[in-house]
């Protein structure tokens, strides 16, 4: 048996530690099952990816500045002729490989700004290589939403159809791709591949109860979703305000407070929230990793997030959790997580009800920690299955040797 030659195909290394996450929990469960396999990555940020993952990468956008906005003729010339570029060296990496792994993230939807020609082009590309060049594409443990504006509806359908292998990581997900058209039938839900890294021991009480200790408030640069654009900046004007007036409220209980981000783009809401509290009760963590981010959802005593990953983080850590949410994605993945009662909308932030939130969340600590075991021991199970049903799809030979070493 030849080695299996397999790509992982994303916005990876490009500042998002989510994305990043769900790559990780990919590469773990190729290093463990598939140790022979060949991997490499067509990615946002090559550099960070072989460097921090040690596997060869190559760069996703042939023209730089795709992700700039083009003001001037020579800008918009090299972003429609990147376009063409990118068809041919898409084709050209899937060619080399027999299988490709798009590892979770939110590829199939617009919960946030996101243009056609952006990133739902470039999955277009890839699932289209794969059928006709037939490399397995695998969308595996995918977000998926409703999306309304018909270009990027009709290439992420396109994708979706295109691939030779589906799962979500919410059921939400799998609906919204049944109504825009994909057949599901033979498609599964498991949990966020997040919950498949590796949990951060919690920081055990010693001696009398103490002072009440931090908490996390995870920020996020949110301007609203991807038709709300003629409304961006009151959105976040608002967010960033109702969010700041919590904070402060914290620090007038006297709650140590720790700021957690997700991507790089949301350093400027943590700078704004420090220089209009200005207390040394505040404090910016530095969060490089899922891992980072779970250490220290893990040492807080309860934590408040906005970005969708570091929901994920705190509730894997089994810290009682209140969502700032600002898509569906968020009410359904603390609804499974038996915390649908905490979730407070982005677009909406009321320092007051949030504040009377929280104190309720707080007040129920002790049940909502034994609730997340139990929800966190079953999420590692289901992921079990997500795996073997992914070897099983993708590397069927590799599945009958197990199967025959199990029998023997």
Not at 106 to 116: Q, S
Not at 151 to 168: D, E, F, H, I
Not at 220 to 241: K, P, Q, S, T, V
Not at 280 to 297: I, Q, W
């Amino acid at each position: 048996m030849t080695a299996a030659r397999v790509g992982v195909f994303g916005l990876l290394g490009s500042g998002n530690l989510g994305n990043d996450g769900s790559l990780e929990a990919v590469l773990g469960y190729l290093r463990a099952e598939h140790p022979e396999a060949v991997v490499d990555a067509l990615c946002g940020g090559p550099e960070v990816v072989a460097a921090r993952y040690g596997i060869p990468a190559t760069r996703l956008h042939w023209y730089r500045g795709e992700y700039r906005t083009a003001s001037r003729a020579g800008a918009i010339a090299g972003k429609g002729l990147g376009k063409l570029v990118d068809a041919v060296r898409t084709a050209a990496w899937v060619r080399r490989h027999d299988v490709v792994i798009v590892p979770g993230m939110g590829v199939l939807e617009a919960t946030l700004p996101l243009r056609p020609w952006g990133f739902p082009y470039s999955l277009f590309l890839l699932c289209a290589s794969g059928r006709l060049l037939r490399t397995r594409v695998a969308l595996v443990g995918v977000g998926a939403d409703a999306i309304s504006d018909r270009p990027t509806r009709a290439l992420v359908r396109g994708a979706a159809r295109l691939a030779a292998y589906r799962s979500y990581r919410d059921a939400l997900s799998r609906h919204a791709m049944r109504a825009m058209g994909v057949d599901t039938s033979r498609d599964e839900v498991y949990p966020d591949l997040a919950f498949a890294l590796p949990t951060p021991a919690a920081s055990a009480p010693s001696g009398p109860p103490g002072p009440p200790g931090p908490v996390c408030v995870g920020v996020m640069d949110f301007h609203g979703g991807n038709d709300d654009r003629a409304r961006a900046e009151e959105i976040h004007r608002r967010y960033l305000d109702g969010t700041t007036r919590f904070v402060r409220a914290l620090v007038e209980d006297g709650r140590p407070v720790r700021l957690l981000t997700g991507d790089a783009c949301d350093a400027a809401v943590v700078a704004a929230i420090l220089d209009a509290v200005d207390s040394p009760l505040v404090t910016a963590a530095e969060a490089a990793s899922l891992a980072d981010l779970m250490k220290e959802t893990a040492a807080a005593d309860a934590v408040v997030a906005t970005r969708y990953h570091n929901l994920v983080c705190a509730l894997k850590a089994g810290t009682p959790t209140l969502a700032l949410s600002y898509a569906a994605k968020s009410d359904a993945l603390m609804e499974s997580m038996g915390l649908g009662a905490y979730c407070h909308p982005a677009r909406e932030v009321d320092a007051d009800r949030l504040l009377e939130q929280f104190r309720s969340l707080e007040g129920r600590s002790a049940e909502l920690r034994r609730t997340l075991a139990e929800r966190n021991l079953a999420a590692t199970r289901q992921l079990g299955d997500q795996f073997t049903a992914l070897t099983a799809a993708l590397f069927p030979a590799a599945d009958h040797v197990h199967t025959l070493r199990e029998a023997s």
